[in-house]
């Protein structure tokens, strides 16, 4: 069976070919990983509360996931990510 490893732009490009969902708050506006600033994926973040939750720092977070420590705090405070999916639509084509 052969495997293929797409490099970072090969795989951006195979994502647009796909639609994917959009999860819009209250207001209207895209959050989540839909997001046109969002930086890590919703099963990273998932991921960074999780290891919150069993005592990492926020430095050492941050280092692992290769952002800044404040943007860690703000995940783990709510402020960022913190907002519930009011609606959702699939991507135009």
């Not at 990983?33 to 050492?60: F, M, N, P, S």
């Not at 609606?87 to 084509?93: D, G, I, S, Y």
């Amino acid at each position: 069976m052969n495997t293929v490893v797409l490099s970072g732009k090969l795989r951006q490009q195979a994502r647009m070919g796909r639609r994917r969902l959009l999860h819009f708050s209250e207001a209207g506006r895209r959050i989540g990983e839909t997001h046109h600033k969002a930086v890590l994926t919703d099963h990273e973040v998932a991921i960074l509360l999780q290891l919150r939750e069993e005592g990492k720092t926020y430095a050492w977070l941050a280092e692992k996931f290769e952002i800044a420590a404040v943007s860690v705090k703000s995940i783990c405070s709510g402020r960022t990510r913190g907002a519930a999916v009011a609606k959702t639509k699939l991507e135009p084509a």
